[in-house]
């Protein structure tokens, strides 16, 4: 890493010209003409009686995969687009095309599932044997079980046309409330107007008056706005809630324990743990207002560094760090990091109009993954760096299996992000210089337990009484701001001085459509890598090998099959995840020690 590394992603590669590509428009035009294709040959196939009647069906498959590839290609390339800019209206245009795109893929995989579950159940257990089917095994019983728990297909597909201008309309509507956040911050003098992308990160500045004069701009940004906000979430709630209701499902988290594979009783045996842990995370959060001289933590304050000089960190130091830490790990996971930063796979400069937050993107057809964040120098921003690409190496891993199986869900996604994280906090803090680095780096890494444990738990509250609520009719922007607040207040155990009432308003995961119920799987993915990272530690180099293959299986088991086949442990028993906390309570416990003299 001689030469300053680029800044700014390369979209060229895969469709010159951007929003206004040639290529891009050509490949959208082929795609919706195989996708046309494929509706024809699903309307035309029948239920298969034996075998020889199977092909049209495999057929069907192999078009079906090709077209998910090509979408995950136009789709990743639209949303990059939007992100770098948020101005850029054709970027909008083409992402409501790609919305339909995914939306009559997806009627047509409804229609596709029907006649799977019409199969004969001997000549279905045949059929999974064969060449074609037996890869796919996993994915088509998954299809098939689900098709038969849904509406008929023809209400199924009108949903989801529906879904194009109602449910995934209102979503699209959240980007443009928040492209049109701006919040006046003075700097050396001059005062400039930061989107929504660039304040946020204002608020983990090491300056405490910094964060505390953005954080009263930022709520005050997010209640001019939270009209607009509380009507897009109460809409996009009322749909599911519908949808859920047609379907015959009950439990609101019956869809989103589906999608990620995971059952009930795993979800709440984690909880459950957590729960029991936090006492050690409220006598650190006490802690830490004693050392900031604070009576009590400020919600701004949760995050902030104990030591209150600036410490900037260039964006090539963060990648040279990060191969660097990754190679003690997986040379291969090093080699794939430095690649990604020599090809200009990642688009991290700081300037306005970027959209907020981070995210790492999947380029099916053409085997390529693309990284958004906005880095401003901050121990956070490395972090998140390193979070990134453990997400892109999962990915990479993937290639070469069929693009059904490539499909893994949220929770485990988050288990390759967050140990890739992990790995580089925890290497930092054993090579610290001095005992006060040692202290500043393990205190970053505990964060991440404070955000787990009470942030996320916060946001899962939240959403589950919102949904309650929702049930009983339309709510409105204060009465959702209290179900805010009454959930951070319970997740953090009243450790707080004050909360974040508008965190509903300002936070994007809650207004996605693609992944309802977007906090718990962050949670699993944290203390299931916790857990990989205790077995790695035991079992040293030869863990890597053993990690990559847990990651190629994700995208065809449920969770608990893949912890018994990879790790052999029970995941609804508390044991596994008592191990991960566990680990997380000995570095609050390190640093409740080295502060004691302090305090």
């Not at 979209?11 to 590509?21: D, R, T, W």
């Not at 728990?149 to 109602?166: F, R, T, V, Y």
Request: with cysteine; charged share 25%; proline share 3%.
């Amino acid at each position: 890493m001689n030469k300053p590394l680029r800044q700014t992603w390369d979209l060229e590669s895969i469709f010159p010209g951007g929003s206004s590509s040639p290529e891009l428009k050509a490949f959208l035009e082929s795609l919706e003409a195989e996708a046309k294709q494929l509706r024809e040959a699903v309307q035309s196939a029948k239920v298969p009686t034996n075998l020889q009647e199977i092909s049209p069906l495999e057929e069907i498959l192999s078009l079906f995969e090709k077209c998910v590839a090509k979408a995950s290609e136009a789709g990743a390339f639209v949303g990059c687009l939007a992100a770098q800019d948020q101005n850029d209206k054709k970027a909008i245009q083409l992402s409501g095309r790609v919305t339909t795109l995914y939306a009559e893929l997806q009627s047509i995989k409804a229609k596709f599932d029907n006649l799977l579950r019409e199969i004969d159940d001997s000549l279905w257990a045949s059929w999974l044997t064969t060449e074609k089917a037996a890869p796919l095994q996993f994915i088509l019983n998954e299809s098939r079980d689900l098709a038969r728990e849904k509406m008929n297909p023809e209400m199924e597909s009108l949903a989801l046309e529906l879904a194009i201008d109602g449910y995934h309309g209102w979503g699209e509507f959240y980007d443009t409330i928040v492209s049109k956040i701006q919040i006046p911050h003075e700097e050396n003098g001059k005062t400039e107007l930061l989107s929504a992308g660039q304040a946020f990160n204002k608020l983990h500045n090491p300056n405490r008056e910094v964060r505390q004069e953005m954080f009263e701009k930022w709520e005050q940004a997010w209640t001019a706005a939270e009209d607009y906000c509380a009507d897009t979430l109460n809409h996009l709630a009322g749909f599911r809630l519908k949808l859920y209701g047609n379907r015959g499902w009950e439990d609101v988290l019956k869809e989103p324990l589906a999608i990620n594979r995971m059952s009930r009783e795993t979800l709440e045996t984690m909880w459950a743990v957590i729960q029991d842990a936090k006492p050690v995370l409220v006598e650190y959060l006490n802690r830490k207002a004693k050392l900031l001289g604070l009576e009590g933590l400020a919600w701004t304050d949760v995050e902030a560094p104990i030591r209150t000089a600036v410490s900037k960190v260039t964006y090539d130091e963060a990648a040279q760090t990060i191969v660097e830490q990754f190679r003690k790990f997986s040379p291969k996971l090093a080699d794939f990091s430095q690649m990604a930063f020599d090809k200009s796979w990642i688009e991290a400069e700081d300037r306005p109009g970027k959209r907020p937050g981070g995210f790492c993107t999947s380029f099916q057809w053409s085997n390529q993954t693309r990284i958004f964040m906005t880095f401003g120098g901050t121990s956070s921003n490395v972090s998140t760096l390193a979070h990134e690409l453990g997400h892109a190496y999962h990915q990479y891993l993937m290639s070469g299996l069929p693009v059904l199986n490539q499909d893994y869900a949220m929770n485990v996604a988050e288990t390759a992000s967050t140990f890739a994280e992990m790995i580089v906090a925890d290497a930092l803090v054993k090579a610290a210089k001095s005992e006060e680095e040692k202290l500043a780096l393990l205190e970053e890494k505990i964060q991440n337990s404070v955000a787990f444990f009470m942030n996320i738990h916060a946001r899962f509250l939240f959403e589950t009484r919102f949904y309650d609520k929702r049930k009983e009719g339309l709510l409105n922007a204060a009465e959702i701001s209290e179900l805010m607040e009454e959930a951070q207040k319970e997740a953090y155990c009243n450790a707080l001085s004050s909360y974040h009432p508008h965190f509903w308003a300002s936070k994007l995961h809650f207004y996605s459509t693609g992944v309802p119920f977007y906090n718990f799987p962050y949670t699993f993915g944290y203390m299931f890598s916790t857990g990989l990272y205790v077995r790695a530690l035991e079992e040293g180099s030869s863990f890597a090998d053993k990690y990559d293959a847990l990651l190629r299986d994700t995208g065809v088991m449920t969770v608990e099959a893949l912890a018994k086949k990879h790790l052999g442990v029970d995941l609804t028993e508390r044991d596994f995840w008592q191990g991960a906390a566990d680990m997380c309570i000995a570095d609050i416990q390190q640093f409740l020690r080295m502060t004691d003299h302090l305090a």
